[in-house]
């Protein structure tokens, strides 16, 4: 997905498996403000990290790997 030419006003992405809304795109440093509909929180994001589709693959938390519980 070249992201120079997509519509992301009202549309909804996902970050990881967590739906979100693109705010604000930040071109220079290649990130995003988004807003999670999840938990009604805003955060900054890179882009890479969107998705059209929720990421359901296995992970482990970085609190696990250094661990924490």
């Known amino acids: 997905m070249k992201y ?3 519509y992301y006003k009202n549309n909804e992405f996902f970050y990881i498996d967590q739906p979100i809304r693109i705010l ?3 071109w220079k440093v ?3 403000k988004v807003f999670c509909l999840n938990n ?3 955060f900054v994001i890179d882009l890479n990290a969107i ?3 929720p990421i ?6 970085l609190g696990l ?3 924490g519980k």
């Open 65 to 67: 790997l250094k661990g």
């Open 30 to 32: 290649h990130m995003a």
């Open 51 to 53: 998705s059209e589709y």
């Open 4 to 6: 120079e030419h997509f």
């Open 40 to 42: 009604q929180k805003k």
């Open 24 to 26: 604000k795109v930040f």
């Open 56 to 61: 359901k693959e296995i992970s482990i938390s």
